[in-house]
Antibody, heavy 117, light 106 residues
């Protein structure tokens, strides 16, 4: 069974850093990308990063230079390092499996990040 | 940057047909996916490659995409279909979501 499990969320002060983890199981990473998508409470979905099987990474302008996505292949784990956090980064963060034209076919349960003093 | 526009809300009576639209420049040249999200839950893929349904998604969910508009149609809408719906594309090495449409079944 395909599973994605996020962890690492919590409360962090403005300007601080946090690293989220996504543990993947039940599939071979080779044909998929892993993306991070966030959602502010009561708002829509916002894409924040992607890592392809070849290791290429992608970011929207809103987080480029502050967020870094990486992977640890041996552990089938993916990470989102978030730096210089602001209140605007407060959201539920999901990791999701993606393949071009097939969309996001599996999502994790999400992990909450709160940026507040 | 690429943008997708959705109407904020759609209402439908049980058993009727709901149409949720998503617009973007030359959207018909891209593959559109649709997601359903119920309160407190993670999104669920309901349509990919414009028209295809993943395993387990009821046949009442159909999709189309042409010109500048993609449409998610729910035929015989049931109360359980009440949710937020998002369209999404991969464009120019970025993933773009529409703002979401809240479907109310009443």
């Amino acid at each position: 069974e395909v599973q994605l499990v996020e962890s690492g969320g919590g409360l962090v002060q403005p300007g601080g850093s946090l690293r989220l983890s996504c543990a993947a199981s039940g599939f071979t990473f080779g044909t998929y990308e892993i993306h991070w998508v966030r959602q502010v409470t009561g708002k829509g979905l916002e894409w924040v990063s992607a890592i392809a099987s070849a290791g290429d990474t992608y970011y929207p302008v809103s987080v480029k230079g502050r967020f870094t996505v990486s992977r640890e292949t041996a552990k089938n784990s993916f990470y989102l390092q978030m730096n210089s956090l602001t209140a605007g980064d407060t959201a539920v963060y999901y990791c999701a499996r993606h393949r071009y034209s097939y969309g996001y076919d599996r999502w994790g349960q999400g992990t909450m990040v709160t940026v507040s003093s | 940057s690429y943008e997708l526009t959705q109407s904020p809300a759609v209402s439908v009576s049980p058993g009727q047909t709901a149409s949720i639209t998503c617009s973007g420049d030359k959207l018909g040249d891209k593959y559109v996916s649709w997601y359903q999200q119920k309160p407190g839950q993670s999104p669920v893929l309901v349509i990919y490659q414009d028209t295809k349904r993943p395993s387990g998604i009821p046949e009442r969910f159909t999709g189309s995409n042409s010109g500048n508009t993609a449409t998610l149609t729910i035929s015989g809408t049931q109360p359980m279909d009440e949710a937020d719906y998002y369209c999404q594309v991969w464009a120019s090495s970025t993933s773009v979501f529409g703002g979401g449409t809240r479907l109310t079944v009443l």
